[in-house]
C-alpha cells in the first residue's frame, strides 16, 4: 500500500475519535510518558502543539519545565523553508499562527541548535514498529529529525501503528514509538528501506 492510501485509512480512523475520548487518550499517554527513565533524565527537549487529530502532550511539556528541562517547540523560518527548535519558557507562553496554521512560539522565544536536543516528541500519522514514521506529505519534520542526535520518540494513537510502512532513504526512523497503551522501543531504527 502507497503512503497516499495509507494517509487516507490514518485519518478515516481518526476521523472516528471524539475530542472527548482523544483528551482521555491524551492523558494516558502523558502518564505512561512520565514513567520512561529516558524522558526523566533527558535535559533538553522538542516537544510540539497538537493539531486536532494528534495527542496532546503539553502537560508533559509544562511538567518538563518545572522539572528545571529545556523545552523547546517547533517555529517554521519562513526565509530558510525549515524548522527551528524555539525555547518555551514559563513568561513566553504567546502562541502565533505560524506556518501551515500550526501554533507555534513568537519570534522573540530564543533559538537553540536542534543537536543539544537529547529528546525529541514526533507526532505523525502512522508508524510502524521498526520506527518508520508517516508524515504529512511535507517534509519538515524529516528535515528537522535530520540534525538531532537525541532519542526520537513517535506519539501516536494506537489505530496510528500499522504493521509496515514504505520507507525512502531521507525518512528519519524513530527510537521509540509512545501510544496510550504501548512504549515500543524500536531494536533498530532505520533510515531508509
Known amino acids: ?84 527548535a524555539a525555547v518555551l519558557s514559563g513568561e513566553a507562553r504567546q502562541f502565533l499562527k505560524g506556518a501551515f496554521g500550526i501554533p507555534e512560539p513568537s519570534s522573540e522565544a530564543p533559538v537553540i541548535p536542534l543537536n543539544r536536543l537529547d529528546f525529541v516528541l514526533v507526532p505523525g500519522l502512522a508508524f510502524d514498529p521498526r520506527g518508520r514514521r508517516l508524515g504529512r506529505g511535507k517534509g519538515f519534520y524529516d528535515r528537522l529529525l535530520a540534525q538531532v542526535s537525541g532519542i526520537k520518540c513517535g506519539v501516536a494513537l494506537d489505530e496510528q501503528i500499522v504493521e509496515e510502512l514504505p520507507a525512502e532513504p531521507h525518512d528519519m526512523a524513530m527510537n521509540f514509538i509512545l501510544t496510550p497503551t504501548r512504549w515500543l522501543v524500536v531494536e533498530s531504527a532505520p533510515t531508509g528501506t
Open 1 to 84: 500500500m502507497g503512503k497516499a492510501q495509507i494517509r487516507e485509512q490514518i485519518r478515516s480512523r481518526l476521523a472516528t475519535i471524539s475530542p472527548a475520548e482523544r483528551a482521555e487518550l491524551s492523558r494516558q499517554t502523558v502518564s505512561r510518558l512520565a514513567k520512561q527513565e529516558v524522558w526523566q533524565i533527558s535535559k533538553s527537549v522538542l516537544g510540539y502543539l497538537a493539531l486536532k487529530d494528534e495527542l496532546d502532550m503539553f502537560v508533559a511539556l509544562e511538567v518538563a519545565l518545572k522539572m528545571g528541562k529545556t523545552v523547546t517547540l517547533p517555529r517554521h523560518v519562513q526565509e530558510e523553508g525549515v524548522y527551528c
